[in-house]
């Protein structure tokens, strides 16, 4: 059976396609919603010998564009991947590709899959998904709301500001608190109607530095990559697709660079695990303890938190796989 690769570059109205089999077809623009997607399998069928091909939609994450067509794409029993967009740019440029259309990036992405064959993705479950939703409108909302009492503070006082002004960024704030108050219900009605959810939270929420506002992110991503490695990937793995992975610059004698992250993930996701951290390890409990010996050998102190919110994912990681309960003796090492 040989597989047929579908590259698709995604945007918030359209997408381009293009398929890598025996030969490169440029498959065109199609709208991005259901129609669209009917006209995409269309064409695909006609190059599908239903018999003999596999279809392999390669697609990079897009803000959530994509999510639809992702949906649509495991409906037909096509595989599904969604590579790092950095990982597709750089290979493509190591090929000398350096122009950037649509027709061209779904091209790469078509190639990328023909040569690099990365492994299908499982979709998400259900319930998992539709707390990844919830969670991100509550994030929306929360900014929303800090953004209108920004603009209130600033102007409240201010001469010549007409009171109708006032009024409305009140009433806008008191209608977000009232959506933000119905989203806080749905997540814990959601919780509660599905068990395993609620015991990874609490499962998590036992270690240093995992509050209530990263635990159920922090739930998310467990849950993703549980997804795509199909249960076997490994804590360095995790770092790695967050972002919070090591990247050393040594050449020779005289090239050398400070150690940093490669910042190649959820940069949101970092954002909690640091601040978790951050506060962590001002505790009593084995994360400080991390912390305080790496700064013993002489670490810089936001290096050392970088590292205390790495082991952090870590310990999360082993918790969530192993279904196991916090042990701070077992994981002060």
């Known amino acids: 059976m040989s597989t047929l690769w579908l590259g698709v570059d995604m945007s918030k109205a359209d997408f381009m396609a293009e398929v890598v089999a025996d030969q490169e077809v440029t498959l065109g623009k199609f709208d991005n919603e259901t129609t669209g997607f009917?006209?995409?399998?269309?064409?695909?069928?006609?190059?599908?010998?239903?018999?003999?091909?596999?279809?392999?939609?390669?697609?990079?994450?897009?803000?959530?564009?994509?999510?639809?067509?992702?949906?649509?794409?495991?409906?037909?029993?096509?595989?599904?991947?969604?590579?790092?967009?950095?990982?597709?740019?750089?290979?493509?440029?190591?090929?000398?590709?350096?122009?950037?259309?649509?027709?061209?990036?779904?091209?790469?992405?078509?190639?990328?899959?023909?040569?690099?064959?990365?492994?299908?993705?499982?979709?998400?479950?259900?319930?998992?998904s539709e707390l990844d939703s919830l969670l991100k409108r509550r994030r929306d909302l929360e900014q929303l709301m800090q953004q209108e009492q920004n603009r209130l503070q600033e102007l409240r006082g201010r001469p010549g500001i007409a009171a109708p002004v006032l009024d409305s960024l009140a009433q806008v704030l008191e209608a977000l608190q009232e959506a933000l108050c119905q989203v806080e219900e749905a997540i814990a009605a959601h919780l509660r109607h599905h068990a395993h959810l609620q015991q990874a939270m609490t499962r998590l929420l036992a270690l240093p530095g995992i509050g209530p506002k990263i635990v159920l992110p922090l739930v998310v991503l467990l849950y993703r990559w549980q997804t795509l490695t199909n249960g076997d990937g490994s804590a360095k793995g995790l770092t790695a697709m967050v972002g919070l992975d090591?990247?050393?610059?040594?050449?020779?004698?005289?090239?050398?660079?400070?150690?940093?992250?490669?910042?190649?993930?959820?940069?949101?996701?970092?954002?909690?695990?640091?601040?978790?951290?951050?506060?962590?390890?001002?505790?009593?409990?084995?994360?400080?303890?991390?912390?305080?010996?790496?700064?013993?050998?002489?670490k810089a102190r936001k290096l050392a938190v970088v590292a205390a919110a790495r082991k952090l994912l870590t310990w999360a990681w082993v918790i969530f796989s192993r279904q196991s309960t916090w042990n701070p003796e077992f994981h002060a090492s």
Request: positive net charge; aromatic residues 6%.
């Open 38 to 128: 009917e006209q995409l399998a269309a064409q695909v069928a006609l190059l599908e010998p239903a018999a003999t091909n596999t279809v392999h939609l390669v697609i990079e994450p897009t803000g959530g564009y994509e999510l639809a067509l992702v949906a649509f794409a495991y409906e037909q029993g096509w595989q599904v991947s969604l590579p790092n967009p950095k990982q597709v740019r750089d290979w493509a440029k190591g090929r000398g590709q350096r122009a950037k259309t649509d027709g061209q990036d779904a091209r790469i992405l078509a190639r990328y899959g023909a040569t690099c064959q990365p492994q299908p993705q499982a979709p998400l479950p259900c319930e998992v």
């Open 246 to 298: 090591p990247k050393t610059h040594v050449s020779g004698r005289s090239v050398f660079r400070h150690p940093a992250i490669s910042k190649m993930g959820n940069a949101e996701m970092r954002r909690l695990l640091y601040m978790g951290a951050l506060s962590a390890v001002h505790g009593h409990n084995p994360l400080h303890i991390f912390y305080e010996r790496l700064v013993g050998r002489g």
